[in-house]
């Protein structure tokens, strides 16, 4: 087939528009055109009077060669790229030892499909629920205040991104096409087919719920095993191969190609395996607040008079400043038409999140607005980064009352650094709730400047962004792992731990859903690789 790219219509243009925008590119006659499919869809909603869909589509045409030979040059006429994934390996007839997985979220989940589509049936272990009991359980602390540490919104079937947004767009390269891979088994478990083709795909929580039922069924069918509330509490090493782990149980099982995907809230295992020797790094990540605007003040900041197109949907941003003091300010994780949720798995800590449903369609948009920040804000060993969130936290559940509310505050008052006396027009979507007080308490210093500066800039580009009236909520502190288990480049093993694959979030190696299942793939190639490396050497008298 043949790739057109950035072909550009009206946002009310009619269904004979793409056929005709397809003749009129490659200069042929309608009987020459065989069909065709749309690959990805977006906006460009620059102009607000005037937004464009911009399309890429697969074209199938008579003469394939000749067209592609006489458009040699032409940037927007190419050969469509090979999507289909072609496995790395297959398991051995005789398979010695099967691989086992830490964690279910998506590169748990991904890395578990792929490895049992390839024969290798794994052992996966989660410390939380499955995802229909881990939902009852995080809904109940929600409502009733009462915190299962083992069965929250971090842990459980599905990973954190199971109450997200469920977005399924990525930054990370993808030259193998890994993201068509997810997609592809995301619709196979029941996903709408659109997230094969628009530009920014997402899901939301209650068909996450679904999907992920799907594909376990689907690791269960190939001969894998998934056993839930299976805590790791111990990793096994000899001679710098990992050999085993025990679970909370006290079971040990034997095992030396252990994918680790734990997540990026696992502390109690980042811990575990600092003690055990397997090298960590502390890394930058981010910390802040959710702000919460109504979505329609976005939609028309974004849309203008196109605002409310079901094609366009509810309206998203993303936006950066660079402040005075050398830090950056990024909006991060938004949450269109969706609810600030609680998000801690630990006692007496409060932690905030964003959540969706595929709808979108709540009252309220959200989005953490957070600060970047390294190991030089908070010194001392590999997990550092870990007690600096736990402080931050700790000091939030004080402030919310120390009954698993959040600090809130509006941001006329936050700007202007006054006593917080009354809430403004957007209410709070925060479960179990909220309480105003002064945020300027609830992060460093250098933090809250920095907030300060970047919001009204922000106005500028979003319209009603630094609105007296809209919401912010405390604190966001898991927007990514403090730490990095470092891994090699080729064979993605731990760097001194042979046979230990650290994976997704967790290990530093993603940040969202798609990055995270698209490095799950790259993992299980890798164990897959190694599997059959070693089996194939020979024994050792």
Same mark, same amino acid.
């Given at each position: ?49 005037? #937004? ?142 659109? #997230? ?27 001969? %894998? ?128 999140? %964003? ?118 909520? %405390? ?67």
């Amino acid at each position: 087939m043949i790739r057109l790219s950035n072909i550009q219509l009206p946002l009310d243009h009619d269904d004979a528009a793409l056929e005709d925008a397809i003749l009129s590119l490659l200069n042929i006659p309608a009987e020459q055109l065989l069909g065709f499919q749309i690959f990805r869809r977006g906006y460009d909603a620059r102009k607000k009077t005037r #937004i464009r869909l911009i399309y890429t589509l697969d074209v199938d045409v008579q003469n394939e060669t000749g067209l592609l030979a006489t458009f040699a040059d032409h940037q927007q006429v190419k050969a469509t790229p090979d999507l289909d994934y072609h496995p790395v390996a297959q398991a051995p007839a005789s398979l010695d030892e099967r691989p086992v997985i830490i964690g279910f979220g998506p590169a748990g989940l991904l890395a578990g499909l792929v490895l049992a589509q390839m024969g290798y049936k794994p052992l996966i272990l989660e410390r939380g629920k499955e995802v229909r009991e881990r939902t009852k359980d995080t809904f109940g602390f929600w409502r009733k205040r009462e915190l299962n540490t083992e069965s929250n919104v971090q842990f459980g079937e599905g990973g954190a991104g199971t109450f997200s947004d469920g977005k399924l767009y990525s930054q990370v390269k993808d030259p193998k096409q890994y993201s068509r891979k997810v997609l592809q088994e995301f619709v196979a478990a029941g996903a709408p087919e659109e #997230i094969l083709y628009v530009s920014k795909p997402h899901i939301g929580t209650f068909r996450l719920v679904s999907m992920v039922e799907q594909m376990r069924a689907s690791i269960l069918e190939l001969g %894998g095993e998934i056993r839930f509330s299976a805590r790791v509490d111990d990793l096994h090493i000899d001679d710098g191969q990992v050999t085993g782990v025990t679970l909370a149980s006290g079971e040990r099982i034997n095992a030396r190609h252990i994918a680790l995907a734990v997540g990026h809230s696992a502390r109690d295992t980042f811990e575990m395996l600092l003690n055990r020797g397997v090298y960590i790094e502390a890394k930058p990540f981010s910390v802040g607040f959710r702000i919460e605007h109504e979505q329609s003040v976005i939609d028309k900041a974004r849309f203008g008079p196109n605002a409310g197109n079901p094609i366009l949907g509810a309206a998203d941003y993303k936006l950066v400043h660079h402040c005075k003091n050398g830090r950056s300010v990024y909006s991060f994780c938004m949450c269109p038409g969706g609810t600030v949720v609680a998000a801690t798995s630990e006692e007496n800590r409060v932690v905030t999140n %964003g959540m969706s449903q595929y709808s979108r369609n709540e009252r309220n948009a959200n989005s953490a607005v957070v600060v970047g920040i390294d190991p030089s804000d908070y010194p001392g060993g590999p997990l550092a980064g870990i007690e600096f969130q736990r402080q931050l936290e700790s000091h939030a559940y004080v402030m919310g009352g120390s009954n698993y509310d959040a600090p809130a505050q509006t941001v006329g008052a936050f700007l202007r650094g006054e006593k917080p006396a009354r809430l403004g027009t957007v209410q709070p979507s925060f479960k179990p709730g909220i309480k105003l007080t002064d945020l300027s308490e609830a992060l460093p210093d250098f933090c809250i400047d920095a907030i300060r500066e970047a919001i009204p800039e922000f106005n500028k580009k979003i319209k009603g962004f630094s609105f007296d009236g809209a919401l912010l909520t %405390g604190v966001e502190t898991r927007t990514s792992a403090p730490i990095s288990i470092k891994r090699d480049n080729e064979t993605l093993q731990s760097i001194n731990t042979q046979g230990l694959f650290p994976s997704g979030e967790g290990a530093g190696y993603a940040g969202g859903i798609m990055s995270a299942a698209i490095d799950g793939i790259k993992v299980a190639e890798a164990m897959a690789l190694s599997i059959n490396q070693a089996q194939a050497a020979p024994t050792k008298n």
